[in-house]
T-cell receptor, first 117, second 115 residues
Framework: AQTVTQSQPEMSVQEAETVTLSCTYDTSESNYYLFWYKQPPSRQMILVIRQEAYKQQNATENRFSVNFQKAAKSFSLKISDSQLGDTAMYFC??????????????FGKGTHLIIQP | DTAVSQTPKYLVTQMGNDKSIKCEQNLGHDTMYWYKQDSKKFLKIMFS???????INETVPNRFSPKSPDKAHLNLHINSLELGDSAVYFCASSQDWGLAGETQYFGPGTRLLVL
């Protein structure tokens, strides 16, 4: 079974600063994806970024980038030039292939990110 | 147009009652899911259906019964509601069960409160 650990329950930074959210995972699978989802106060779950385990290059999406360390099983999210609208819960998630298809997403417990004006 | 919709958004009910939550997606996806988010915000997969067939059935009490009348709909029926069932229930969909990297599109969630 996979586990996903987010060790920072809450973080707070000033607007325009850079912040890094940490995530580690444990799996025996070799073929998997990692994701970061954002859940703002509206409760809507929004995909921020994804990384395929076989790709060495770190994924980037505008101000969001990841640092994927496969050997260390680490998958951190960096948010540059943080904005007030980035205030949200951020969930790290894992999904592997098994039994002919893909499992459901396995989520970490989330990091509540607060961007201060 | 809303991609994944759920009804109702809020549900307050008494212990022992039976209730249903409906989910519809207009994305043409083959796969749909139910997730439960508890009071500590922890999200966990409950069920997954692919083309109306049950694919994933995590350790969930059998009081929970999903039903997929067609691949655009996945409803969740809960019998004999208990206090511990209070949570936010999210429906999601993705194009294909076989693609682990696919984006899962989530509905707005249904907040269930059992009194």
């Amino acid at each position: 079974a996979q586990t996903v650990t987010q060790s920072q329950p809450e973080m707070s930074v000033q607007e325009a600063e850079t912040v890094t959210l940490s995530c580690t995972y444990d799996t025996s699978e070799s073929n998997y994806y990692l994701f970061w989802y954002k859940q703002p106060p509206s409760r809507q779950m929004i995909l921020v970024i994804r990384q395929e385990a076989y790709k060495q290059q770190n994924a980037t999406e505008n101000r969001f980038s990841v640092n994927f360390q496969k050997a260390a099983k680490s998958f951190s999210l960096k948010i540059s030039d943080s904005q007030l609208g980035d205030t949200a819960m951020y969930f790290c998630a894992f999904r592997a292939y098994s039994g002919g298809g893909a499992d459901g997403l396995t989520f970490g417990k989330g990091t509540h990110l607060i961007i201060q004006p | 147009d809303t991609a994944v919709s759920q009804t109702p958004k809020y549900l307050v009910t008494q212990m022992g009652n039976d209730k249903s939550i409906k989910c519809e997606q207009n994305l043409g996806h083959d796969t749909m899911y139910w997730y439960k988010q508890d009071s500590k915000k922890f999200l966990k997969i409950m069920f997954s259906y692919n083309n109306k067939e049950l694919i994933i059935n995590e350790t969930v009490p059998n009081r929970f019964s999903p039903k997929s009348p067609d691949k655009a709909h996945l409803n969740l029926h809960i019998n004999s509601l208990e206090l511990g069932d209070s949570a936010v229930y999210f429906c999601a969909s993705s194009q294909d069960w076989g693609l682990a990297g696919e984006t899962q599109y989530f509905g707005p969630g249904t907040r269930l409160l059992v009194l």
